[in-house]
């Protein structure tokens, strides 16, 4: 009976996944690199203490040291080779008449999340036939952009999971 991990399903599930998410690996989350602290050279998070985070000034420092750890970040990782943890697909004539506003949203919940994990951050936002598709480096800010659009302007959401991973489709969708 682990029908919470599986198929679609509508948001009586999202409490399952999020406790089903805890024991699930995200393969980039291990920082292999041993050495603190170091610091990504992409996006300037610093390893300090077994966590990233963001401190401008030390990683400024690092970056002219050249005996620095440079270590890419598990952000900038996926970044890099496209490996999305969640993915949202906006359509319906909703999103033709208020594009800006939709975009706005997704932005602000965007910097929202990055201020309290700087690891979750929008990957792409592409327009796909007429629609919008949004790919995150984490699965929770994927499902929270599903519950923000549907907040803010109703429609529908669809959660998908995927069976022993950590990956989360969101389809939202609303008619004029
Ligand atoms: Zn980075």
């Not at 041993?34 to 401008?56: F, M, N, S």
């Not at 602000?108 to 598709?133: C, T, Y």
Request: proline share 4%; charged share 30%.
């Amino acid at each position: 009976m682990a029908r919470h991990q599986t198929g679609s399903a509508k948001g009586i599930f999202h409490e399952h996944y999020t406790q089903l998410s805890k024991r699930l690996k995200d393969p980039y989350a291990e920082y292999q690199g041993g050495v603190e602290p170091a610091v990504c050279p992409t996006c300037k998070l610093i390893y300090q203490k077994k966590r990233w985070h963001r401190d401008d000034p030390q990683a400024k420092l690092l970056l002219k040291d050249k005996g620095a750890k440079r270590h890419l970040c598990p952000a900038c990782h996926k970044i890099k080779d496209n490996y999305p943890l969640g993915i949202v697909n906006i359509r319906g004539d909703f999103l033709a008449e208020h594009f800006e506003d939709v975009v706005h949203l997704i932005k602000s919940e965007e910097r929202r999340a990055e201020q309290k994990n700087p690891l979750e951050r929008l990957m792409k936002i592409d327009k796909v036939n007429g629609g919008l598709h949004v790919e995150t480096t984490s699965e929770t800010l994927a499902m929270r952009l599903g519950h923000v659009l549907q907040r803010a302007f109703k429609g529908d959401t669809d959660f998908k999971f995927k069976s022993g991973n950590k990956y989360v489709e969101v389809d939202w969708s609303r008619g004029s």
